[in-house]
């Protein structure tokens, strides 16, 4: 079974940078979209970054400019750049990838305090 394993977060300073972690246990193959999720408390899950099988890029307008979603075929992983982090940027976050199935990561927390 396929595990999804997120690293990478942490406490960071306002304006301070972060770079997430999803690494698959194995290749996942017939990806149809690579992507990140968060949730903070009280709130829906909201997708932040998502990158398709067809390499189309988006993000949701809260972080676009600061936020780079990224892969390396030959690491089974996935990446998530975070730049000029804001105290609303704290959440958990999530990987996601989809291809036949669904699979999500166990969940990374990031909070932007001072």
């Known amino acids: 079974q396929v595990q999804l394993v997120e690293s990478g977060g942490g406490l960071v300073q306002p304006g301070g940078s972060l770079r997430l972690s999803c690494t698959a246990s194995?290749?996942?193959?017939?990806?149809?979209?690579m992507s990140w999720y968060r949730q903070a408390p009280g709130k829906e899950r909201e997708l932040v970054a998502i990158r398709t099988g067809g390499g189309v890029i988006d993000y949701a307008d809260s972080v676009k400019g600061r936020f780079t979603i990224a892969s390396d075929n030959e690491k089974n992983s996935l990446y998530l750049q975070m730049n000029s982090l804001k105290p609303e940027d704290t959440a958990v976050y999530y990987c996601?990838?989809?291809?036949?199935?669904?699979?999500w990561g166990q969940g990374t927390q990031v909070t932007v305090s001072s």
């Open positions: 194995t290749r996942i193959f017939r990806v149809n979209s």
């Open positions: 996601n990838i989809q291809s036949l199935r669904q699979y």
